[in-house]
Nanobody
Framework: QVQLVESGGGLVQAGGSLRLSCAAS????????MGWYRQAPGKQRELVAR???????NYADSVKGRFTISRDNAKNTAYLQMNSLKPDDTGVYYC???????????????WGQGTQVSVSS
């Protein structure tokens, strides 16, 4: 069993900052990529940022230069630092991880329950 638990969401004014955390726990041998996705009301879930185990990152064009993804491999935790927030950043933010429960085992994806981020104008 694997759990991803997000924290750090909340309500902030435009221009403000928030830092999200995602902690993975359970039977984990290794974690490949970890990522943050978001879903705004009435819209599809979209990729915000992703980071590999080696630290390579990619970002949605809409957040480049404002958001920074990082991870602490020793803690199985990923972070999303969000600066200069805009009302369009409002949504539920979900953490995702591609991981193995034992060495050489199958790679599978796991999702967190989501954390709400609301940005007021």
């Amino acid at each position: 069993q694997v759990q991803l638990v997000e924290s750090g969401g909340g309500l902030v004014q435009a221009g403000g900052s928030l830092r999200l955390s995602c902690a993975a726990s359970g039977i984990i041998s290794s974690i490949n990529a970890m990522g943050w996705y978001r879903q705004a009301p009435g819209k599809q879930r979209e990729l915000v940022a992703r980071i590999t185990s080696a630290g390579s990152t990619n970002y949605a064009d809409s957040v480049k230069g404002r958001f920074t993804i990082s991870r602490d491999n020793a803690k199985n935790t990923a972070y999303l630092q969000m600066n200069s927030l805009k009302p369009d950043d409002t949504g539920v933010y979900y953490c995702n991880a591609d991981l193995r429960s034992w060495p050489g085992g199958p790679l599978f994806g796991s999702w967190g329950q989501g954390t709400q981020v609301s940005v007021s104008s």
